[in-house]
Nanobody, 121 residues
């Protein structure tokens, strides 16, 4: 059974930075893409960004562009989400996900439990 475990969340202030990590129990090169999603209180879960394999093509939501960066370390089976210039709107539960889908838009087969990020103004 595939497990995805997020870490690195917490309470920060507006303008701060935070790096989330997602460790996968299997080789992340198994998956066509690794993604990050978030769910704010009272809202639906939304796409934050993704990174593909092979290659390292990244895609971001408009709200993430220029502030967030996704990277991967295949040797550690870990995906990262570096978040800079955080805003209160970035508050939510952040989820890591894995996709084996070749088709676009992708379907996401595996999900982590999520981790809370709170940005205080």
């Amino acid at each position: 059974q595939v497990q995805l475990v997020e870490s690195g969340g917490g309470l920060v202030q507006t303008g701060d930075s935070l790096r989330l990590s997602c460790v996968v129990s299997t080789r992340i090169t198994t998956y066509r893409a690794m993604g990050w999603f978030r769910q704010a209180p009272g809202k639906e879960r939304e796409f934050v960004g993704s990174i593909s394999w092979p290659g390292t093509y990244t895609k971001y939501a408009d709200s993430s562009k220029g502030r967030f960066t996704i990277s991967r370390d295949n040797a550690k089976n870990t995906v990262y989400l570096q978040m800079n210039s955080l805003k209160s709107d970035d508050t939510g539960i952040y989820y890591c996900a894995a996709s084996t889908s070749v088709a676009i838009p992708r379907s996401w087969s595996y999900w982590g439990q999520g981790i809370q990020v709170t940005v205080s103004s």
